[in-house]
């Protein structure tokens, strides 16, 4: 892998406008949370792009110039790109041919896991890859940047030898995180270029051009290490969640405190403060499936052992979930039946209306299966959580969720919930108990207006 250091220039600093700079055609294929966002951000980079997905919902909501999920920035980035403020340009389509003269085409489309299985279902990549195999006219660059086993590109590259030789496979995997994905996609820690040749590499740097011009620092790389760099990258951000979550395990044992401990050892810089915040656990659409993928996918190489740890990685993020429940539980009187249980939050961390594998829903079905009147309230992802799990209460009115509660669980930090005022909070509960599922709350005012409070990893908090 060669490194490119950065130039002086800071990666947060605007980008540098290139009015009149060298425009490529882009097509992006999927316009989830990933593609819609790279989609826009490449319009905002000076391109001429082309997004494609078979949701007509989704699409007539972007050619309105509307984001189809919550995601901070998105709005005003598309109503920039839609509406002709920004250097590029932006139309939206679900005929895949409509993308046949562009000069690069990233394919955004997702990797869930497979039902009853570790592994990732790989087929919405591998038909997106067909499917422009059949309808490129001409010589171009598809780029996958999905989250996949590593061998897939590989694979991938076969296909298009064998089925239109005009076409070149790189692979640049993307590290952008929900809730900051505009800024992460304009401005990236780093691009990761998994290419076969220099023409590939040449034609990423084009698209790139602006970031890394800016200072974004490019690492180059064959197609195995560009797709491990992901997967080991959030193998990684799991591991440093469940490390501190398996210290508060300890910590409650011990009668520690979780919190001073990871402020602690966070300030030695080789260990460094975040992603070290214990609670509920981390959720979300990847870090649970892309650790449960990269060990079975291990598995088929013969190298299961190197990651048989991520196996204990998973399970102490399933405790913390168990934890809370038996928490709020205790807190019930050692039975839910004929207890309301408050909410806070249903997104599978704030700034975000994502429910996937989220903590807060997992946690909550469960107290609800244990015979507990659960209501869920967040501000953004309500919809799609009754659209997932309808048999909980939900309300998008905080005040509505709180009325007449035994216990508040705050399990998502949005900061409304982490700002709320206790005494407004204890005139509207029956109960006065409340378990901070995120190490958010100042206990002290929660104290004072009379609640029970427990936290994760805190025992004495
Ligand atoms: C994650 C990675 O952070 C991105 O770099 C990556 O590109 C993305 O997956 C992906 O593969 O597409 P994301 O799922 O948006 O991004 O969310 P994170 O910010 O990583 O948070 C994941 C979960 O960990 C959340 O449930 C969050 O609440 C939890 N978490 C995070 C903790 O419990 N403690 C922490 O200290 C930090």
């Known amino acids: 892998m060669t490194n490119t250091p950065p130039s002086a220039a800071s990666t947060t600093s605007p980008l540098p406008h290139s009015p009149g700079g060298d425009v490529v055609k882009v097509g992006v294929v999927g316009l989830g949370y990933l593609g819609a966002v790279h989609a826009a951000c490449m319009a905002e980079l000076g391109h001429e792009v082309v997004g494609f997905d078979i949701d007509e919902r989704k699409l007539a909501a972007l050619q309105q110039g509307r984001a189809p999920f919550f995601e901070p920035g998105l709005p005003e980035l598309l109503a920039r790109v839609t509406g002709g403020e920004a250097d590029g340009s932006i139309t939206f389509t679900t005929d895949v041919a409509d993308l046949k003269s562009c000069e690069v085409v990233f394919v955004c489309v997702g990797t869930p896991q497979r039902k009853g299985e570790l592994a990732a279902d790989t087929t919405y990549v591998q038909a997106a890859f067909e499917s422009l195999a059949d309808v490129m006219a001409g010589p171009a660059l598809l780029v996958g940047k999905s989250t996949v086993p590593v061998g897939t590109a590989a694979r ?8 239109a030789p005009d076409l070149e496979l790189a692979w640049n995997p993307e590290f952008l995180r929900e809730g900051h994905a505009v800024t992460d996609t304009l401005t990236p820690d780093r691009f990761v270029l998994g290419v076969l040749s220099e023409r590939a590499e040449s034609q990423l740097r084009r698209v790139y051009a602006r970031p890394i011009a800016a200072g974004t620092p490019v690492l180059v790389a064959d197609y195995a290490t560009a797709e491990l760099v992901k997967t080991a990258a959030n193998a990684f951000l799991a591991t440093k969640i469940s490390f501190i979550n398996a210290m508060a395990e300890v910590c409650e044992a011990a009668g520690g405190d979780v919190k001073v401990l990871a402020d602690a050892i966070g300030h030695d810089d080789r260990i460094g ?99 507990a009147d659960v209501v869920v309230t967040d501000p953004e992802a309500v919809a799609n959580a009754q659209r997932l799990w309808g048999d909980l209460t939900y309300t998008e009115d905080t005040d509505e969720a709180l009325r007449g509660a035994d216990v508040v669980l705050l399990l998502t930090e949005w900061p409304q919930y982490v700002g709320l005022d206790p005494t407004h ?23 004072a207006a009379g609640f029970t409070y427990r936290a994760l990893g805190r025992p004495n908090a």
Request: glycine residues 10%; proline residues 3%; charged residues 25%.
């Open 273 to 371: 403060r975040k992603f070290l915040n214990a609670g509920v656990g981390f959720g979300g659409g990847c870090l649970p499936k892309d650790i449960r993928a990269f060990m079975a996918r291990a598995g088929e190489l013969g190298a299961d052992q190197a990651l048989t740890f991520l196996r204990e990685v998973d399970s102490i993020n399933m405790r913390r979930r168990a934890k809370v429940v038996d928490l709020a539980r205790e807190a019930c009187g050692g039975s839910f039946i004929g207890r309301k249980i408050a909410v806070l939050g249903a997104a599978f961390k704030p700034h975000s209306d994502d429910v996937r594998d989220s903590p807060a829903i997992s946690i909550a079905a469960q107290a609800r299966l244990q015979g």
């Open 156 to 163: 991938l590259a076969d296909v298009l030898a064998d089925r």
């Open 425 to 447: 909070v204890a005139s509207l509960t029956r109960g006065r108990q409340v378990i901070d599922g995120r190490n958010v709350l100042d206990a002290a005012p929660w104290r």
